[in-house]
């Protein structure tokens, strides 16, 4: 009994952080509802249909997989070449240790507003500075439609990959040094050994981050959102966490909203259970 | 061991009442509001003070808004059962949260500030079926600003009364370095500019009588062309830039046509104009051109800038909202917090507006066409509030309208993915069909 008693807790935390929130959402998605005004018709899978046949909603979707897998792979090379930098010995490495995270730690708003200023096409710091090297005539718009996909990735690797950074670097440091000394013996170069001691030794601990890191970057909202979202050219990299708020709060379709968020839930279902199965396979091998 | 533990839970359980009963006095009210003029902040602190002075139970607590994530966030107060006390709103909303029943009418409060002391379409505009669901927080008119320095250089006439003068005058007064007109890349504002085009173009969002969405019409289909065609002469980058930037650009020479402007750009050239030019003379205000399809003899009108505060249904402290806007009002801090931006934020106390003294403010005197273009403008009631075409239309669903970004997108499917105006119009008239069906307003 005293057993069962004891794993109260944890199951009510359970139910209430992450059950009641899944099946309250799955049961909103099947209704017509109104944001705020007590108006709700059972539409099925109404919803979904309608999503299926949405423009947005394709393009939110293919926008997502591209910041999604970009961001995943940029951070993971960034993060794992700093990491083996950060593990070499040199002088000041300790503050570089420190100063690598303050990506991760700054306030995303802060993150936003500062990188807005930065690509401003009228007085941003890199636009000015190209042209007073007389390397562009006209301001480049990093903002704009065609650039601004680009422009979010690169400020999203720029505050996420401390987080493979740590990561990475944690693992490097439990990797015995005999396994670098044989290999050594053995003849291996700086590549070889990174190849075939460093890889594998990283192996669990970058099964977890990719999982990590791309259910992040694929629900990711708030970089997006307050880097594009206030602008007209927002709509060129509108996600799907963004496509459901604007559905939600902005044009008051609750059910609609919910169905995105229940379709986001079952595609990464599949991406995730997809990955771990290849994972556990290429173990076997 | 036992009664020891049952007088630690006693003494517990009454300083919890006793902390309980503390905290049920002191009550907070949860203001939000939109003005970011450091000034008027200031001048707000002193409302603060007062109220709570003669309301020491009562606990104010200012939020700063964003215009353009005000009505998001508005919802998901409104949806999860804890709206702000106070807020500001805008026109539309407030009609569209008046059908919906969402709103605690003011009725009170307007008649103890005096009805007839109320400007009269700052009152009008929210006066529904006898009770009033909104009072301006200020008023002003938008205008049409120009640098009336490089027309007469180029000799072009000034002002411009048509959009068919605006676009040769953007032509001839653009250059690959600067280019003339200013637009703004936020969709709230875009929205706002189209339905100034709109409405002086003789056209209209929706039906009143059936909210059929009118996008397909002759004058919206004119009205989108005139955007596209606008935007050849506009900034590098605009469909990224925020509405208070492009202040900036226009007082810092970088384009030479401002359209749909508030008043609050004077304050913007006066910082970072060159000193010789900021003035009215250089930067001269005008009221709108006119499209093609607005009957001949009609006049053009502008946009009312009358942001309503409001209490929602659900607010947990009514009665202190509204003691609260009485304190706002008060003659005293209102005239010093209308005078924090002058002209923009014009008294809708006629008792303040109509004070030979307030025209003598020296802002007032020396931006005095910029008042007068204003002053005309209410004077011939050719103010309309945002997305509306007067203060007598009462349109329930502009709100979500809005909110859904289809103005929007319409104009940027056409600007800048090159569709037709036909095309992109189609596009938005099913898009918004759809959505006012949804609502369960259609009544085509």
Sequence with gaps: VLGYALIVPSLGLVTGLVLYPLLFNSWLSVFDKHAFLPIETFVGLGNFRELLGDGEFWASLRNGVVYAATTTILQLALGIASALVLHEAFVGRSIARGAILFPYMVPTIVVTIVWRWIFNEQYGFVNVGLAWLGAIDTPVEFLGPNLLMGTVIWVSVWQFFPFVTLAVLGRLQTVPLELYEAAAVDGAGAVKRFRHVTLPQLREVLIVVVLLRGIWMFTKFDTVWLLTGIEASGRYVQTLPVMTYLKTFASMQVGLGAAIGVVMLILQGVVVLTYLRLMREHEEE | ?444
């Design chain 2, 1 to 444: 061991m036992k009664r020891a533990l049952a007088s630690i839970v006693a003494t517990a359980a009454m300083l919890l009442c006793l902390a309980d009963t503390g905290q049920a006095q002191q009550k907070t009210l949860n203001v939000w509001w939109t003005e970011i003029d450091p000034g008027s902040i200031k001048v707000m602190d002193k409302v603060i003070a007062e109220y709570e002075k003669e309301h020491p139970n009562v606990k104010v607590r200012l939020e700063s808004i964003a215009w353009g994530t005000l009505f998001q966030r508005l919802v998901a107060s409104i949806g999860t059962g804890s709206p702000p006390d106070l807020t500001h709103l805008v026109p539309y909303m407030v009609d569209s949260l008046y059908r919906k029943d969402q709103l605690v009418p003011i009725t009170d409060v307007v008649k103890a500030l005096g009805e007839n002391d109320i400007d009269e379409p700052a009152r009008l505009v929210h006066l529904n079926e006898g009770q009033y669901y909104g009072l301006a927080y200020a008023m002003g008119t938008s205008h049409w600003n120009y640098r009336a320095d490089l027309f007469k250089e180029k000799g072009l006439k000034f002002p411009p009364t048509t959009w068919g003068e605006v676009l040769q005058a953007a032509q001839a007064l653009s250059t690959p370095e600067r280019p003339a007109v200013t637009l703004v890349g936020e969709p709230f504002y875009i929205d706002f500019w189209f339905g100034e085009f709109l409405m002086n173009n003789g056209g209209r969002f929706v039906d009143p009588k059936t909210f059929k969405p009118a996008f397909t019409d002759r004058p919206f289909i004119e009205t989108l062309a005139f955007f596209r065609d606008l935007s050849k002469y506009a900034q590098k980058g605009w469909t990224n830039q925020k509405f208070l930037d492009t202040f900036v650009l226009f007082a810092t020479d970088k384009t030479a046509i401002y359209p749909v402007n508030f008043n609050r750009l004077h304050l913007f050239i006066k910082k970072y104009a060159q000193p010789r030019m900021a003035n009215p003379e250089i930067f001269a205000p005008a009221l709108p051109p006119r499209g093609p399809s607005l009957p001949a003899g009609e006049k053009t009108k502008v946009l009312f800038d009358a942001e309503p505060w409001a209490i929602i249904k659900g607010a947990k402290n009514v009665q202190e909202a509204k003691d609260f806007l009485k304190v706002y009002y008060r003659k005293s801090l209102y005239r010093e917090m209308t005078l924090t931006v002058p002209l923009h934020l014009s008294p809708v106390l006629k008792s303040i507006a109509d004070d030979p003294s307030y025209e003598k403010e020296p802002a007032i005197r020396e931006w005095r066409s910029w008042y007068e273009v204003m002053r005309t403008a209410l004077r011939e009631n050719r103010a309309a509030p945002l997305l509306m075409t007067s203060v007598q239309e009462r349109n329930p669903i502009m709100l979500e309208l809005q909110g859904s970004k289809v103005i929007s997108d319409m104009v940027l499917d056409v600007i800048v993915e090159g569709r037709s105006p036909e095309e992109a119009a189609a596009k938005g008239q099913k898009k918004a069909e759809e959505l006012i069906a949804r609502l369960g307003w259609k009544k085509w």
